[in-house]
């Protein structure tokens, strides 16, 4: 459905069923990244994900539905456009857990796993067994071993308070010593889990009010190790969450943000499609409902003066930079990389400039279509930069 295709007696677009079922259609071809965490209850999956989302706790637990018996799903930042989505199985300290199920389910449909384990828990076995059988399942998808609650393991020590001895300097050395009791917890993790990993990330992701100096504590180690494995629309819409975010940052910026960084990964998968002009519509619709959704997130209504202020935003420049696309598409690889960056910075400069449109007129400011039209150009170079970025 075009930017000018809006049917103004109805709330939603006519065809709104259809645009669900391109995008299921899309999502089969291009499935947007999952992530099985394994471990077991206080192990960290909670702070994993928070710490990848920027999300509260209240929201993430309120965004789980059940998948299976003893798993399930949250879509963030929802089910229809998620920019990554995570299954959490539960119980595996109890005797009778049967990973069989979960196998069937997730083994076709997860891209990574991350086995949570606090660094100075010893009762392991009944988690153990269950990685072995998945392991064997699925042996080419990488699996990350995630130590967690380090400083259960340093003492008085903030391990945090200082370089990451975890990272190496220019001489490959660590510039920050690591307890040796946390070194000896962390090398009986390596044996206990040989061959059931593909890297170990220790990581202490605590509280602000627990005190300490960098409660995101090689969250950043984390964050890159899974964009690693993510297909590149996920990857740098990924790495920009929560970016530039400050104490001023409102909670209706954050949703919208999250909203305009899954839509434009969902257009850059779209754009990725090596069949000329058929992801045109689909990009489109990406973009109307885009709007739709962070009016909503502003509790605005789209008027059609608005909708013509918004559509103004990029002027004539998306249809003719789409038909370009299309036809570039003849040109193998080439035009698909090129079409693809171009799907997404155009939706992250669409979605980025409506956002500042409906933040300011819940404000009470009318933005006029100048205004608009230099967000849209700022937010394009942006846009373009953070696909080139690696």
Known sequence: MSLARWNWRRSQPSNDADYEKQIQELREKTPAPAIWLFGKTGSGKSSVVRFLTGAEAATIGEGYRPETRTS??????????????????????????????????????????IMTVRVTDQALSRVIEPLRRIR???????????????????GDRDLSDGPDPFVPDRDGEASNAIPDSLQAMIDHKVQQFHGLYDLVIPVDLTQLEDGFANPDFGGDRLKHAILEQLPHAYRQAILTLNEGESDS??????????????????????????????????????????????????DQEITPARWAALSSAAGTRIAARLAMRGALK??????????????FAFTYAL???????????????????????????????RGHQLWRAQ
């Not at 989505?85 to 069989?100: H, I, V």
């Not at 399942?137 to 699996?143: E, F, G, L, Q, V």
């Not at 850059?268 to 409902?289: R, S």
């Not at 500042?356 to 100048?370: C, H, I, K, M, S």
């Open 249 to 298: 940052t409102s909670a209706r910026q954050q949703r919208s943000r999250w909203q305009v960084l899954a839509s434009s990964a969902l257009a850059g998968t779209a754009g990725a499609v090596p069949v000329p002009w058929v992801d045109i519509p689909v990009v489109l619709g990406i973009q109307t409902h885009l709007a739709m959704k962070i009016a909503k997130i502003y």
């Open 136 to 154: 064997k399942a699925s042996p080419d998808r990488p699996i990350m071993l995630v130590l967690t609650c380090l400083h259960e393991a340093t």
């Open 351 to 381: 979605g980025m400039s409506w956002d500042w449109y409906f933040a300011d007129l819940r404000q009470g400011n009318v933005p006029t279509a100048e205004q608009l039209k230099e967000i849209f150009a700022e937010e394009l170079k």
């Open 72 to 113: 399930r799903r949250f879509d963030f930042p929802d089910s229809l456009e998620p920019l990554m989505s995570f299954l959490d199985t539960r119980g595996l300290a109890e005797a009778d857990y049967d990973p069989s199920e979960d196998i069937a389910t997730f083994s076709e449909s997860t891209q990574l796993m």
């Open 330 to 343: 003849f040109i193998p690889w080439v035009g698909m990389a090129a079409s693809a960056a171009t799907s």
